[in-house]
């Protein structure tokens, strides 16, 4: 007799109502795209700082001058043969700019090795696109201008948050195409079919259009802010997590075509088995990624949420349309491979991932210190690991401001090209005047300005002449704080003070999340599989996955690619989506154990488990990574670190953890691995197996 598939999963497989599924998913797609559309947001300077440090007060106070809407560009002149000939003709250059903000002309200073010259001017800067559009003009009209023989470079903290712009323009429509460019030839590969790769895609492409809408639209309604990359890592996370599902929920439905002739029955068998296992892992991420709300930065919680909301939609895509749309095309659509009724399923078959679980239950106990070890060595790197890039190493194409910066530093003082600044709540000009004077008795302090005044607040411009990022100018960004510590609300900012804070501000969200994500993860696990001992051991096998990784990357990123270290944030994204993605695959592994362990018990079932998922799981383990790796076409060094981690702890994830570590731990263990929980063989009765 037929089984008729009843509720959700009826709905979503059935004859007729699958129609309807797909068409209202399209048309709610579509109206989520075309409707809605992304929230706009114009970016705070403080976006991306910890809230709560010295130096994002001080840029808080910056916000009351008058000249809030304006941003300091620095001109470098430089000429080989010297520029003392052409001074007088830069001194005209520089007066004839119009800016765009009134006051008197920048002055030209001449360096003492006779080969540069500087001028200091301000741009209007009201938002992003603005100040690009100022350091712009400003670039054209002095090469325009400039004498001959006389090179000209703009850098300072307009020229930075210009050339950041820039490198950004375009770049997250070009990493949705090169991420959706590699799934698709990953699922080609994976399929060997040239229709079936298509139905995943472009309902997981959707997906992503949704994700990105609906998260940016979330974001702007609680007020939780999120930068240029926040959509970038959605992205990839969507495409990566989505396409994961995706590939669970057809491999399983392949296996159920070979048993059911009715494809509406196999999808409903399908669905039911496969949304436990997805929804497990979806949960398990999202609460992995909520962790980040309690970070210190603000753009990391826009993440946080951002991602929540991407893996919330990428799962209800794959679990609703991606089934429907499967059932509507029929079993031609595996063709050239279409299964048949009758055939051998994976789980039963002489796979190789079924030889490989052989090999590793006739000696456990070997593959688990081997595995271990070869973990241990591979995060022997951490033992060096150095978190902290300087801003010469911030992008993968280094840009005019950061070249020009590094030149103007060979013939000025070494802060010259980005000034400390001193920012107090107090006009008062003996207190000023006091101040002054205690900055400039600091040994590397070279000169001392007042650069603006207004609104109850007076900014000062400090030029250290210590190398930046350098160990001395650490030493001597503390002296400044020390020297200006005695008046009320005064706070030191500049790239150095925001460097030193948000790598403490880093260290605080280390040291308070990553123990709450691995319990969350942990609470989440025990949940899931009614377990405390298969919890434990499946993170500190993720755990293990991520040291290893970390320690690989240290290495890859310093010895071979020449970077001083590693980004401060890369720990904290890496852990958390190594151990909220990476425990995926083990959930994957394990509940297809506990369901084959009720019929053949736990060894056997692990055996059977690993042989029905290890094609599938191999294959969403490689294109994870892939997606991951795709980060580096992005051009924040940080974030190519953060795919280079976690695309090797992924593949350690499925390859090597999943693959070998934890079957050899459960064929250990056997029965005791799901303690307290007891899992006996239908007919076993109440006797445990040895």
Not at 155 to 169: C, I, M, N, Q
Not at 287 to 316: D, H, K, N, Q, Y
Not at 463 to 487: C, F, H, K, N, W
Not at 492 to 505: M, R
Request: charged share 15%; with cysteine.
């Amino acid at each position: 007799m037929r089984t008729v598939a009843r509720g959700p999963v009826g709905v979503v497989t059935g004859r007729r109502s699958a129609w309807v599924v797909v068409l209202l998913g399209l048309l709610l797609g579509a109206g989520v795209i075309v409707g809605l559309g992304e929230a706009d947001r114009e970016p705070s300077p403080t976006d991306s700082l910890p809230v709560g440090y010295a130096s994002t007060r001080a840029v808080e106070l910056q916000e009351r001058l008058p000249t809030e809407d304006t941003a300091t560009a620095i001109i470098l002149f430089t000429a080989d043969s010297g520029i003392g000939d052409s001074l007088a003709a830069l001194e005209q250059v520089v007066a004839g700019l119009d800016t765009g903000v009134p006051g008197p002309p920048a002055l030209v200073q001449p360096a003492e090795d006779g080969t540069a010259a500087l001028a200091v001017v301000n741009v209007p800067a009201a938002t992003a696109t603005e100040v690009a559009t100022s350091v712009t003009e400003l670039r054209t009209g002095l090469r325009e201008s400039a004498p001959e023989g006389v090179g000209v470079q703009v850098t300072g903290p307009a020229a930075v948050r210009a050339d950041l712009t820039e490198v950004f323009a375009g770049a997250n429509t070009t990493l949705l195409a090169f991420t959706a460019s590699v799934v698709a030839v990953l699922l080609l590969l994976t399929y060997r079919s040239p229709v079936l790769w298509l139905v995943p895609l472009a309902v997981v492409g959707l997906a992503d259009r949704a994700a990105a809408i609906l998260a940016t639209q979330v974001l702007a309604a609680v007020d939780v802010p999120w930068d240029e990359s926040t959509i970038g890592i959605l992205s990839v996370l969507v495409f990566g997590a989505g396409t994961n599902y995706a590939l669970l929920l057809i491999s399983r439905y392949r296996d159920e075509l070979r048993t059911h002739e009715n494809r509406h029955e196999a999808m409903a068998r399908a669905l039911r088995r496969t949304s436990e296992a997805v929804l497990a892992s979806a949960a398990t991420v999202v609460v992995g990624v909520l962790t980040l709300l309690l970070s210190v930065f603000p753009s990391t919680r826009g993440l946080g949420v951002a991602s929540a909301v991407g893996i919330v939609v990428a799962a209800a895509f794959v679990l609703l349309l991606l089934p429907a749309a499967l059932v509507l095309c029929g079993r031609w659509v595996f063709w050239p491979r279409v299964p048949h009724v009758g055939e051998e399923g994976q789980a039963g078959r002489r796979s190789t991932w079924r030889r490989v679980g052989d090999r590793v239950a006739a000696r456990p106990g070997t593959f688990i210190g081997g595995t271990l070890t070869l973990l241990a060595a591979m995060a022997f790197g951490l033992t060096q690991l150095q978190l902290g890039l300087p801003s010469s190493e911030q992008f993968t194409d280094e840009p005019e401001a950061i070249t020009a910066a590094e030149r103007l530093a060979e013939s000025f003082p070494g802060g010259a090209a980005d000034p400390t600044t001193v920012v107090t709540a107090t006009e008062d000009e003996q207190a000023v005047e006091q101040l002054v004077a205690d900055l400039q008795a600091v040994g590397s302090v070279g000169s001392v300005r007042v650069s603006g005044q207004g609104g109850g607040v007076t900014q000062l411009s400090v030029v250290l002449t210590t190398e930046p990022g350098s160990e001395d100018a650490r030493a001597a960004l503390a002296q400044v704080r020390a020297a200006s510590a005695d008046l009320p609300e005064t706070y030191v900012a500049g790239t150095a003070a925001q460097a030193v804070d948000e790598s403490g501000a880093s260290s605080r969200d280390r040291a308070v999340l990553l123990p709450i994500i691995l319990g969350l993860v942990l609470l989440a696990l025990v949940a899931i599989l009614r377990s405390v001992l298969a919890p434990v051991l499946l993170v500190a096998s993720v755990i293990a996955s991520f040291c290893a990784a970390l320690g690989v990357s240290w290495w890859l990123f310093t010895s071979i690619l020449g970077f001083s270290g590693l980004d401060p944030i890369v720990p904290l994204y890496s852990f958390l989506f190594l151990v909220a993605l990476g425990v995926d695959y083990n959930i994957f592994l394990i509940t297809r154990t506990l369901e084959e362990a009720r019929a053949v018990g736990t060894r056997e079932g692990v055996l059977r488990a690993l042989a029905a998922t290890g094609g599938v799981i191999t294959s969403a383990g490689i294109l994870l990574a892939a997606v991951f790796a795709v980060l580096g076409v992005l051009p924040l060094v940080v974030l190519a670190q953060v795919g280079a981690v976690i695309c090797i702890g992924v593949l350690l994830d499925t390859l090597l953890v999943r693959t070998v570590l934890v079957p050899a731990i459960v064929l250990t263990l056997g029965e005791g691995f799901w303690w307290p929980r007891r899992v006996d063989p239908v007919g076993a009765g109440r006797h445990r197996p040895d």
